[in-house]
């Protein structure tokens, strides 16, 4: 059965991340596999409003799993005839990439 997490951000998106995901790995176990890889494919199709994820969503959960020594990847398909290396550049992707 799908398990979904509703949280309160007041205590900032970064802990409300982070103990979402927490209660996951506490109800099915690591989210990490033996390659300890992690790809992360967040909704960014499009730099429009409401089209994407907050990046500060997306840079949460990066650093979760670094924090768990693991290799993370970032990708997406972006559609509507835009260029994902540019929408990752408008939407704040990059920057988090790069951080």
Not at 15 to 35: M, Y
Not at 73 to 80: A, C, D, K, L, P
Request: net charge negative; proline share 3%; with cysteine.
């Amino acid at each position: 059965m799908t398990q979904v997490y509703i949280e309160d951000i007041k205590d900032g998106i970064k802990n409300t991340v982070f103990l979402i995901l927490e209660k996951l790995e506490n109800s099915s176990g690591s989210l990490l596999k033996s390659s300890n890889r992690v790809y992360i494919k967040p909704n960014g199709i499009d730099f429009k409003p409401h089209c994407y994820t907050s990046p500060d969503v997306l840079k949460a959960v990066v650093e979760y799993f670094i924090e768990k020594d693991a290799e993370v990847y970032v990708m997406e398909n972006s559609t509507q005839s835009n260029a994902t290396r540019i929408v990752f550049e408008i939407n704040g992707y990059k920057e988090v990439c790069k951080s």
